[in-house]
């Protein structure tokens, strides 16, 4: 039996995140092992600790459902930075028994006494007012979530998929290096919330460094008061009170009947055909739609001709890439407006895309988006069931504050709203409208996992973390597995481009080789070259051989058995 485990990457630096789209500052070693090989299960987590708090529940007899929970509470602790049970999240399930295919959506929304000029002072749009504060904080969905996903397709009770999570979060675990690098990175601001400083920074204020030991004993504490009811005892119980008490007494607009009134939503999954494979991914709000537009204007492209990350090949992505982001404007809520994604997905509006991807005219420019944190992972069990993740509190530690007693971090979600619906912007006013806030809303997210089959079943899975740069990355890395057949491991490590039609700018990993840069200058695109874009990972699916690997980019664990 071919068993295999990868290695924690060890970055040659540290990671941090700098602006908003190079994610993460450190030259990863794309010589470390980031690819794990398994027979009967696989676990790709952006932690090594998560991933192994999946298998356990593999290899206790759980699901891949079970699993993916499990992965993400684990992960919510030791990558807290990126997500955790003050968040939200997507589930893109495959159900091998039923054949079937489902979308659970469980991303925050806005609070019920939000409003679209919230964010608006003095007749200006203040953008900080949505994030680093309390009014950035949106209705937690992360365990409505993961309780809707066991309810309907679990088999283990949440005390037994929550025991890796407690475990680590009360026992402590070491510090990543790309954790430490966010920690050193935010000290100053995490210095001004208690519950940071007291759990994430050494007591002389200072950052630690990867391979400390950090305890969340009060997060552990509250993973465990959930029981076996998790929906009643945080969103109608203790954990309830707390945070509706925190956040009266500073200000914020969450309330208890935010919190009862939260429901996940398990929504129809959305596919379009490539090159005979059929792609799943999340609907609206999700930008899944955004990538299988992509998908299929590069649909019959006969790319394996031009050669992996070729530069006929990228100057094609990058046009294809920015008519995609274009589109994304269309996207938003389906709950609030109208988002016609059989429209958008439909053969007429790809080949219109199509079109002016490869006869480009001057186009409106979507706003550039802005985007840290978030975790994605992904799970295969013995019985072909595949669950892919995302999760996120939105920013690096969200909100930058936490409830103290609960060890709960809060998200900063509501940035991902249009924060300044009707500002001076000509040429996208209706994508801001369709994204802009309202009560009970949920904002556009990038957060895009995707599932692939052929004939009908799983060949691949893939998502990622990293703003934008996942919609870019998935598609990458999708194309690299379904075009250029590279196993899972080159396909995440191939170097990677972002182009999100505004700013103007094709984004460039410098470790794509000098002779491709200097051709798509001379090309005409204007480059910014930054060390690393977002984190993707991935999984091939074949009977008794699933190859898995995480991204060295932002570093975590790909574990099979
Ligand atoms: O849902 C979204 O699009 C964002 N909240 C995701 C943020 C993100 O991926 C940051 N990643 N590193």
């Not at 470390?32 to 593999?58: K, N, P, Y």
């Not at 208690?194 to 050494?202: C, E, I, M, T």
Request: with cysteine; hydrophobic share 45%.
């Amino acid at each position: 039996m071919a068993v295999s485990k990868a290695v924690m990457l060890m970055p040659r630096g540290i990671q941090v995140c700098v602006v908003a789209l190079a994610l993460f500052t450190a030259t990863p070693s794309y010589a470390a092992d980031t690819s794990a090989v398994g027979v009967h299960g696989m676990v790709v987590s952006e932690s090594e600790d998560a991933a192994r708090a999946g298998v356990e529940i593999l290899k206790q007899g759980g699901n891949a459902v079970d699993a993916a929970v499990a992965t993400a509470l684990a992960v919510g602790v030791t990558n807290p930075a990126a997500c955790g049970i003050g968040g939200g999240g997507f589930m893109l399930i495959y159900i091998a028994k039923a054949h079937a295919f489902y979308a659970l959506d469980y991303r925050e929304t806005a609070p019920l006494q939000a409003r679209p000029d919230m964010y608006m002072r003095n007749g200006k749009p203040d953008e900080d007012l949505a994030r680093d504060g309390i009014l950035g904080v949106a209705v937690p969905g992360e365990i409505a979530g993961i309780d809707a996903a066991l309810r309907r397709f679990g088999t283990m009770k949440f005390q037994q998929i929550a025991a890796p999570a407690e475990k680590l979060a009360g026992d402590g675990y070491a510090a990543s290096p790309h954790l430490a690098g966010e920690i050193a990175q935010l000290a100053s601001k995490l210095k001004n919330d208690p519950g940071l400083s007291q759990v994430f920074l050494k007591p002389d204020g200072s950052a630690p460094k990867a391979g400390d030991m950090i305890v969340e004993k009060n997060l552990a504490a509250t993973l465990k008061s959930l029981c076996d009811d998790p929906v009643r005892n945080f969103y109608h119980g203790q954990v309830a009170s707390a945070l509706v008490a925190f956040m009266k007494a500073r200000g914020g607009l969450l309330s208890a009947a935010d919190l009862t009134n939260y429901r996940p939503d398990w929504r129809d999954p959305i596919r379009r055909r490539y090159e005979g494979y059929e792609v799943y991914a999340m609907p609206p709000p999700s930008s899944g739609g955004v990538v299988l537009e992509m998908l299929g204007a590069l649909d019959s492209g006969h790319l394996a001709g031009l050669g992996v990350n070729s530069p006929p090949y990228l100057a094609r992505l990058i046009e294809v890439m920015r008519q995609g982001f274009i589109d994304r404007e269309r996207y938003a809520d389906p709950d609030f407006i109208g988002v016609d994604v059989q429209k958008l997905l439909s053969d007429t509006n790809i080949q219109q895309l199509r079109e002016r991807a490869l006869h480009p005219k001057e186009m409106r420019p979507p706003p550039a988006a802005h985007d840290h944190g978030t975790s994605n992972l992904l799970v295969v069990d013995k019985d072909g069931n595949v669950v892919a993740l995302t999760t996120t509190i939105n920013t690096v530690f969200g909100a930058k504050m936490s409830v103290p007693a609960l060890g709960l971090i809060l998200n900063d979600e509501m940035d991902d709203f249009a924060v300044a619906p009707g500002v001076p912007n000509a040429y996208h006013l209706e994508g801001e409208r369709a994204n802009e806030v309202r009560p009970g809303k949920r904002p556009l997210s990038s957060m895009t996992p995707i599932i692939v089959t052929k004939s009908g079943v799983p060949v691949m899975t893939t998502g990622g973390s990293g703003g934008p740069t996942i919609v870019s990355g998935v598609l990458q890395v999708a194309l690299n597995i379904l075009a250029f057949h590279l196993d899972a491991a080159s396909a995440v490590a191939e170097p990677r481009i972002h182009e999100q039609a505004a700013p103007d700018i094709v984004i460039v990993e410098q470790a794509m080789p000098p002779a491709t840069r200097s051709a798509l200058e001379q090309m005409g695109y204007k480059l910014k070259v930054v060390p690393n874009l977002g984190a993707v990972g991935a999984i091939t699916i074949a009977p008794a051989n699933l190859r898995g690997a995480f991204d060295p980019r932002k570093g975590g664990g790909a574990i099979g058995y």
